[in-house]
């Protein structure tokens, strides 16, 4: 049973263009969402994350937007460039717990100069 | 890759061999963690510890099993691999107490081909 739930598996996007990945989970036990970015052939890392008690957050080009009646959040990456084509994957994870982490099955985009 | 090591980072071995993936820290972070990461799939988690010799099962952790003797080596066994553990394997760390956060850090991957 897959605890986090990520879509769209492949995202096309022109240069400048606006890119949107949506996730969403069940276990409203979840309070730490991180997201992680992924370049072929390195290891995941993370990208930017919100706690459940904010609606919003913003790094740079980079924003989450989480909705917790919906138990859904998604990342919206601003002015898309080539240099953002990678795997994107949410996740999920219940704090002070080590091992409550579940991630969703990844997002392959790219930005198309 | 925030001090995380793995080794190989890739291998090729015949079904039926046993087969151990390390993985080394220099963070001093108290829980590791191995992933699977397969098409479609994303990351699975295998088998992680939360202190030297305390480890606990993932989600497909049948067919593997781990050590961690020290708190910098995590080590994955494959114990009889099979073809359908072709993947990449990651090894990951974290420690809650740093930074208030529970960001889990990735190492490179090694890349496991069992035919």
């Known amino acids: 049973q897959q605890q986090v739930k990520q879509s769209p598996q492949s995202l096309i996007v022109q240069k400048g263009g606006i890119s949107i990945i949506n996730c969403a989970y069940e276990n409203t036990a979840f309070d730490y969402f991180p997201w992680y970015q992924q370049f072929p052939g390195k290891g995941p890392a993370l990208l930017i994350a919100?706690?459940?008690?904010?609606s919003e957050k913003k790094e740079g080009r980079f924003t989450i937007s989480f909705n917790k009646s919906a138990k859904q959040f998604s990342l919206h990456i601003m002015d898309s460039q080539p240099g953002d084509s990678a795997t994107y994957f949410c996740?999920?994870?219940?704090?002070?717990?080590?091992?409550?982490?579940?991630f969703g099955t990844g997002t392959s985009l790219t930005v198309i100069p | 890759d925030a001090g995380i090591t793995q080794s190989p980072r890739h291998k090729v071995t015949e079904t039926g061999t046993p087969v151990t993936l390390r993985c080394h820290q220099t963070e001093n972070h108290r829980y590791m963690y191995w992933y699977r990461q397969d098409p479609g799939h994303g990351l699975r988690l295998i088998h992680y510890s939360y202190g030297v010799k305390d480890t606990d099962k993932g989600e497909v952790s049948d067919g593997y099993s781990v050590s961690r003797s020290k708190t910098e080596d995590f080590l994955l066994t494959l114990e009889s691999a099979t073809s359908s553990q072709t993947s990449v394997y990651f090894c990951a760390i974290m420690d809650p107490t740093v930074a208030a956060q529970e960001t889990q850090y990735f190492g490179p991957g090694t890349r496991l081909l069992v035919l």
């Open positions: 996740a999920a994870s219940i704090t002070n717990t080590g091992n409550q982490f579940y």
């Open positions: 919100i706690r459940p008690d904010v």
